[in-house]
């Protein structure tokens, strides 16, 4: 899974937890030893490419029939996911990763751009969309989309006032690299490059803000003389909106495959990993509070 222009079309609703709910961990440490993590069934799809569990509860992304639809999960007796009626559908390539606002009624989401870049190929950008009695509807775009360039992988703070993001516009450092932009009175601010202490000549992707300020992301960054697969990364916030001090997690988490998507709520760490041969989601329990 190391070329990341083939998972730009994953669907991954993200609704933001509460503050405070993330267990406890000291800010220069690795997270506490963690459970072997056992794959999680999931029914109601040929390919699970994205969960997440949150205030506004659990949403699962599938692959099924020839397009991608997102929906609201509902863990059965068995302990199994089964996905819900489909929230949102599209054709490969056109729809991806949304994350969702504290008040669960607005999100933002990776679609494909309407106009063709001038090398004739449709990039990702960023649109916010509101759900009402119908369903969800895009609304507006996010004012730094541009043709030639993409924009995805969003991720929003607890607030829902900093979005984090991936994109492979001019000047980064690789790839795709990781950019962050503020909610301010007259709209989003410009993004921002989060430098070297986050990205890498490599890319840099899939993006999780945790409650207390923790940037989780994966990066093909290559390492310990390993292929350039995607590894979990965690960062450790300085100025607010800014992080530092990246480190790779440890077992059990990284793998020789490809790992990406952490997230984390109080009882559970999530993440999704192709060790087993194919994309397929993985839970752990979390550790207890100090």
């Keep these: 899974m190391n070329d990341l ?8 609703l993200v609704p933001s937890l509460p503050a405070g709910t993330l267990p406890a961990q000291q800010s220069h440490e690795q997270p506490p030893a963690f459970a072997e993590p056992q794959v999680l069934e999931v029914r109601g799809g040929e390919g699970v490419y994205a969960l997440h569990l949150g205030a506004s509860g659990c949403w699962l992304s599938v692959q099924q029939e020839g397009t991608e639809k997102v ?3 509902h863990w059965t007796a ?4 089964t996905r819900g009626p489909a929230l949102w559908a599209a054709e490969p390539g056109r729809a991806g990763a949304l994350a969702v606002f504290p008040a669960g009624g607005r999100c933002v989401l990776t679609h494909s751009q ?5 090398r004739g190929i449709v990039e990702l950008g ?18 730094f989309n541009d043709p030639e360039f993409s924009n995805l992988h969003p991720a929003l703070s607890s607030d829902g006032r900093t979005l984090v993001f991936a994109s492979n516009r001019p000047g980064g450092f690789g790839g795709f690299d990781l950019y962050v932009s503020f ?22 992707a899939y993006p999780f803000l945790a409650p207390d300020g923790k940037l989780y992301f994966a ?3 290559p390492r310990n003389a390993q292929p350039p697969n995607f590894d979990l990364y965690f960062a450790i916030p300085t ?9 790779p997690l440890g077992p059990p988490f990284n793998s020789p495959a490809d790992d990406f998507n952490f997230l984390t709520t109080p009882t559970h760490t999530f993440f999704i990993s192709n060790r087993a041969g194919s994309d397929r989601l993985f839970r752990t329990e979390a550790p207890p509070e100090d």
């Design 114 to 118: 309407e106009a063709p870049s001038s």
């Design 78 to 81: 068995e302990g199994t996911l």
């Design 71 to 73: 929906g609201q999960g």
């Design 183 to 204: 909610l301010r009175p007259n709209g989003w601010s410009r993004p921002v490059n989060l430098g070297p202490e986050v990205n890498s000549p490599a890319n840099e």
């Design 5 to 12: 222009s083939a998972k730009t079309f994953f669907l991954l």
């Design 239 to 247: 100025d607010p909106g800014f992080w530092a001090e990246k480190r």
């Design 126 to 143: 960023l649109y916010f969309a509101e759900r009402d009695s119908a369903g969800w509807s895009l609304t507006e775009a996010f004012p």
């Design 219 to 221: 990066s093909d960054a």
